[in-house]
């Protein structure tokens, strides 16, 4: 069992920057796969960036060159640096941790944080 708490939203213009962060409890922290969704009134959640256990990252075309994902195993904890907000990433933030264990998916959700990039 995984628990996810997201911090670091808020409002901020456009153009400028938030850092996310996402602690999580519970053991094996690091053989977890973590992503970043969001999800904007009357749209459909959608992934923001993943990293695996290994460190690799992708990202949604939308934020490439903007976002970066990173992990702190030691910390059990998952960042999301956010650079050069656009009105468009304004939405719900979640955490999000997933693992594969003998055939069975596991799939935990944070509350979510809010984001919001309006002048």
């Known amino acids: 069992q995984v628990q996810l708490v997201e911090s670091g939203g808020g409002l901020v213009p456009p153009g400028g920057s938030l850092r996310l962060t996402c602690a999580a409890s519970g053991s094996d922290f690091s053989h977890y796969a973590m992503g970043w969704y969001r999800q904007a009134p009357g749209k459909q959640r959608e992934l923001v960036a993943a990293?695996?256990?290994?460190?690799?990252?992708n990202y949604a075309d939308s934020v490439k060159g903007r976002f970066t994902i990173s992990r702190d195993n030691a910390k059990n904890t998952v960042y999301l640096q956010m650079n050069s907000l656009k009105p468009e990433d304004t939405a719900v933030y979640y955490c999000?941790?997933?693992?594969?264990?003998?055939?069975?998916?596991?799939?935990?959700w944070g509350q979510g944080t809010q984001v919001t990039v309006s002048s």
């Open positions: 999000n941790a997933y693992i594969v264990v003998h055939t069975t998916e596991y799939d935990y």
């Open positions: 990293i695996t256990s290994g460190g690799s990252t």
